[in-house]
């Protein structure tokens, strides 16, 4: 009572408790287990989803009452790998995070460490983001995480723009190693 309830993955509910959910968020009323008496309750409600709400209603996977009155105030807040930068601004801080927690002296990432992450979908999001900053803290030895010290499917899922070279970039690297040695 007074406080604020974060319904995180609310999209998880099941239809079968939708309904309970839409009186405790209309009635402000709320049941305890094992009681006859309803307690009012003056509660703020923030929901969050990882999937579009309104297509679920679409396609009858949630109550559209209940979502019109979770959809007050609505912010998106799009996913890390169309974050640009904010990548590197976050890796920064669990670095920073996991160094003091582990007792250890590392400063950031390597360039090549950088170009990797940036180059990365991270479907798992900021959490998989803190997960492997965490295991490249626990590993790395230097100064700087290094890419040998980040998990391997990052390394493999990350395809550098470095690394793709255009037929023309190939070709003229081709001629300038030729002349070069004759």
Request: without cysteine; hydrophobic residues 35%.
């Amino acid at each position: 009572d007074g406080g604020t309830i974060f319904l995180y993955e609310v999209e998880t509910l099941p239809l079968y408790l939708q309904p309970k959910l839409l009186r405790v968020i209309e009635n402000r009323e709320i049941e305890r287990i094992g009681s006859t008496e309803k307690t009012y309750v003056d509660i703020r409600i923030i929901s969050a989803s990882n999937v579009r709400l309104d297509d679920m209603v679409k396609r009858g996977e949630f109550r559209e009452d209940l979502f019109h009155r979770l959809n007050v105030v609505p912010l998106f807040i799009p996913p890390l790998r169309d974050r640009g930068d904010d990548i590197l601004v976050l890796a920064d801080y669990f670095v920073e995070k996991y160094s003091r927690q582990l007792n250890k002296s590392i400063k950031g990432l390597s360039d090549k460490t950088k170009e990797i992450f940036l180059n990365y979908k991270w479907p798992g999001n900021v959490r998989e983001l803190e997960n492997a900053i965490e295991y490249g803290v626990n590993l790395e030895d230097g100064e700087y995480i290094s890419p040998e010290n980040i998990p391997f499917q990052i390394k493999e899922g990350s395809l550098s723009n470095a690394d793709l070279k255009t037929m023309e970039e190939m070709e003229k690297e081709a001629i300038i190693k030729a002349l070069n040695e004759f």
